[in-house]
Each structure stands twice: as structure tokens, then as C-alpha cells.
T-cell receptor
Framework: DGGITQSPKYLFRKEGQNVTLSCEQNLNHDAMYWYRQDPGQGLRLIYYSQIVNDFQKGDIAEGYSVSREKKESFPLTVTSAQKNPTAFYLC?????????????????FGEGSWLTVV | GDSVTQMEGPVTLSEEAFLTINCTYTATGYPSLFWYVQYPGEGLQLLLKATKADDKGSNKGFEATYRKETTSFHLEKGSVQVSDSAVYFCALSESNTGTASKLTFGTGTRLQVTL
């Protein structure tokens, strides 16, 4: 079955370390997104990529980096510059971000990754 | 900018009780409105949507009506079940952009249904 796979599900990081969260999709989707979810707040967009080898900053990109070398993969690196990295991270993808009419059915989300700084 | 406000949770109900989760929004244009559900240990799934004023979205016994005059999209269910226990997110998107980067989420409301 097609879907989005995020790994690891739980990750602990020491302060000062960089960590990378994996996001892989086999849906042949063009665009991929990373959101951060904090208690009491909605999902906030970190980075997104609409095509391979191209990506744009979202609302809270500081302290994060991404790459999009393959259509299927969009890893997120949480760097030591991110001051409050402890959060739940969600990856999402959509087939055709350029469609004129929006259809929420086309967004797929992964199961998420919990990152805790210790 | 666009924003979504949801009622704070958690909401605790007995099975077969009536559910309402309030959602109001602010937007500059004519957004589409969505409810997503996140079951424990899973990603978000689209529950229902409405793309224009007075539309009613429905799925799995849940309903929500797009009310432009009150800028609201409240989620309702007549009789909840234990299996409905999850976090519910209200969201909006600017119309005609087709990009998830424009999807604005509320804070989420946790629903706990007990026997």
C-alpha cells in the first residue's frame, strides 16, 4: 500500500547535536512538507518542497534544514541552532500542488516523529 | 493573515452523547474549510470538508456547516462512540492555491469518549 513513512517514531537528542528525521513516500507525490506540532498550538510549517532539488522556508524554518534529492524523500535535519526542538514533527505530501482548486483529500500525512532533547 | 480558533480541550463525553467542537476562522478571501482527525499513534486524516458558504461536509456521522456570516465551521456528531476518541483539527486553506503551504491549522481538540 502507498503511504508516507516517517522514522524514527521516537528520538532523543542531546543538546548541541544535529538529528535527522526521515520522511519517505511511495505515492509519486510531487510536493512534500514538514510541520511541527507543539502542545496547545496548531501545526506550523517548517519547510516545503514542490519539486526535486528545490525547497522553500515555511513559517518557522530557523534552526532546520532539508534536502530533496529524490522525489520520494524529504529528510529534515534539526540543528543545534534550533532553540526549542522538543516537539512532534509531521511530514505530509500532495500529488499536485499546482492544481487550481484545493482538495484536502490529496494531502497525506505520516504518523509523526517525537523528538525530545535531553 | 489567516487563522483558526478551536475550543480548548480535552472534551470528555460518555458514549452516545452529543458532540460539538467549535471552530471559527479569519481569512482575507474565500477559504475552504476542513476537519482532520488524528487517532492515537497515527497521522492526520481528512474527516470532512466544505469549499463554499452553506456547504455541509459529512463523514462517519460527523457534520460541519460552512457559515460565512459567523465565520464558523463547528463539528458535530449526534452520538459519539469510544472509537471516536482522537484529536480533531480544524483547518482552512486559501482557495485556488492548491498548496499545503497555505493550510492553516487550529490547535486541535482532544476528545475522550468513555463507556
Amino acid at each position: 500500500d502507498g503511504g508516507i513513512t516517517q522514522s524514527p517514531k521516537y528520538l532523543f537528542r542531546k543538546e548541541g547535536q544535529n538529528v535527522t528525521l526521515s520522511c519517505e513516500q511511495n505515492l509519486n507525490h510531487d510536493a512534500m512538507y514538514w510541520y511541527r506540532q507543539d502542545p496547545g498550538q496548531g501545526l506550523r510549517l517548517i519547510y516545503y518542497s514542490q519539486i526535486v532539488n528545490d525547497f522553500q522556508k515555511g513559517d518557522i524554518a530557523e534552526g532546520y534544514s532539508v534536502s530533496r534529492e529524490k522525489k520520494e524523500s524529504f529528510p529534515l535535519t534539526v540543528t543545534s541552532a534550533q532553540k526549542n526542538p522538543t516537539a512532534f514533527y509531521l511530514c505530509a505530501s500532495i500529488k499536485d500542488p499546482g492544481r487550481a482548486s484545493w482538495d484536502g483529500n490529496t494531502i497525506y500525512f505520516g504518523e509523526g516523529s517525537w523528538l525530545t532533547v535531553v | 493573515g489567516d487563522s483558526v480558533t478551536q475550543m480548548e480541550g480535552p472534551v470528555t463525553l460518555s458514549e452516545e452523547a452529543f458532540l460539538t467542537i467549535n471552530c471559527t476562522y479569519t481569512a482575507t478571501g474565500y477559504p475552504s474549510l476542513f476537519w482532520y482527525v488524528q487517532y492515537p499513534g497515527e497521522g492526520l486524516q481528512l474527516l470532512l470538508k466544505a469549499t463554499k458558504a452553506d456547504d455541509k461536509g459529512s463523514n462517519k456521522g460527523f457534520e460541519a456547516t460552512y457559515r460565512k456570516e459567523t465565520t464558523s465551521f463547528h463539528l458535530e456528531k449526534g452520538s459519539v462512540q469510544v472509537s471516536d476518541s482522537a484529536v480533531y483539527f480544524c483547518a482552512l486553506s486559501e482557495s485556488n492555491t492548491g498548496t499545503a503551504s497555505k493550510l492553516t491549522f487550529g490547535t486541535g481538540t482532544r476528545l475522550q469518549v468513555t463507556l
